[in-house]
């Protein structure tokens, strides 16, 4: 198949599913063409399946805002003709599938009917997408998508319940590579970062306010009263002021340490104990299942698709949204050393329910399935 894929090219969960995804297709034969403004942060790979097309935002002083939906739609078009595409992929629907919708009209005029596929990944919808500045441009447009995907039954759920949603939505969970996201020797780095063999918790995110960071924090100072530990925070983003400051007010800064944004965080997942998502909404936890891939357990609320994930009292423990106090108990049990070895092995047998290969044939049938219902409507 001739593949268009449109993400966001940066570390983000969609922008990461999107190009890990476009990659595997094209180690399976398909040529894909990536369609963004700039290069995906994990297309890290030289494949002759896979190919990049930048989109360029002129500029211009009437711009306030440069049109950036416009440019895209543009790019689409002149991809799909030319490339002569199969099928169209949009991850995040803001401002993708309306995006999509466009070039389809657009290519329609021409006598080209491309299929497009949204995968809604979960801030599209759960906090983006429905508020009233978009809302009826998001329902628009996925009611006006061919296929339509979703990265958990909670996710698929929360789309009914939000939007007046009148197509089939389909549940293709997120997906791990496991030959990248493994449990690495890396003793030296355990060494220098826990010399006295403290527990190492571990939390990565884009440090928004739906993390919930603060908790993580609380968490982590609670668990250092009861045993010898240390935090290690990946990643970046607005609320990082605010948490640097809080670990001085709780003095625990010196336990902790703020790495940001690291491209190989399985190194650090390597050599960690036990994983934190204290999320305020989460559509599927990408990032708790990397941590579990590298066989690390975690504790979690019970929002959106993490309970779908992560199996309470197997893989780790879920909790009520803030209820900091749960976690810290779960936390201590979990990494009690008489449980510790047991969920970790619990947590890289559910992270193998997820393995690439399980997952992206889920999306090539897809693909196949909404490119023969065009092809029977023509
Ligand atoms: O929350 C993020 O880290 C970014 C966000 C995105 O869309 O870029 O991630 C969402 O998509 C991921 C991939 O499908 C999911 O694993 C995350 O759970 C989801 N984040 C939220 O729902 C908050």
């Known amino acids: 198949m001739r593949i268009g894929i449109v993400c966001y090219p940066t570390f983000g969960g969609s922008g990461v599913v999107a190009t890990e995804l476009g990659k595997e297709l094209a180690i399976k034969g398909h040529k894909v063409h990536f369609i963004t403004y700039s290069q995906p942060a994990r297309l890290d790979i030289f494949n002759e399946n896979l190919f990049y097309h930048e989109v360029y935002i002129p500029t211009y002083p ?180 605010k948490m640097e400051k809080l670990c001085r007010e709780l003095q625990i800064y010196n336990d902790v340490r703020f790495l940001g944004k690291l491209d190989a965080v399985e190194e650090v997942l390597s050599i960690a104990d036990l994983f934190l998502m204290p999320s305020e909404k989460e559509s599927f936890g990408l990032a708790a299942l990397e941590a579990m891939a590298c066989e690390v357990p975690v504790i979690s609320s019970n929002a959106g698709g993490i309970p779908e994930l992560n199996i309470d009292g197997v893989t780790g423990f879920t909790s009520p949204v803030g209820n900091v106090a749960e976690m810290v108990q779960n936390a201590l049990t979990i990494l009690d050393d008489a449980n510790l070895p047991r969920f970790k092995a619990n947590a890289l047998a559910r992270a193998k329910d997820f393995n690439i290969d399980k997952i992206v044939p889920q999306y090539e049938e897809f693909y196949q399935k909404i490119i023969d219902e065009q092809l029977a409507l023509l």
């Open 62 to 241: 009437l711009f306030q805002y440069p049109p950036y939906e416009l440019a895209l739609a543009s790019k689409m078009v002149d991809i799909v003709q030319f490339e002569k595409l199969d099928v169209l992929h949009v991850h995040y629907a803001i401002p993708h599938a309306s995006a999509a919708f466009m070039a389809k009209q657009i290519l329609r005029t021409k006598g080209i009917n491309i299929p497009v596929i949204t995968t809604l990944h979960g801030t599209d919808i759960t906090l983006v997408g429905k508020d009233a500045s978009f809302e009826p441009v998001v329902t628009f447009s996925i009611n006006q998508s061919d296929g339509v995907t979703a990265v958990s039954d909670s996710l698929r759920a929360e789309t009914y319940d939000y939007f007046q949603i009148e197509k089939d939505i389909a549940v293709i969970p997120n997906f791990i590579n496991l030959d990248k996201f493994r449990r690495q020797k890396k003793e030296h780095f355990r060494m220098a970062i826990s010399p006295n063999d403290e527990k190492l918790l571990v939390h990565t995110s884009n440090f928004r306010s739906v993390k919930r960071v603060e908790d993580v924090i609380r968490i982590f100072a609670e668990v250092r009263k009861n045993m010898p530990s240390k935090l290690l925070l990946v990643g970046d983003g607005p609320e990082r002021p």
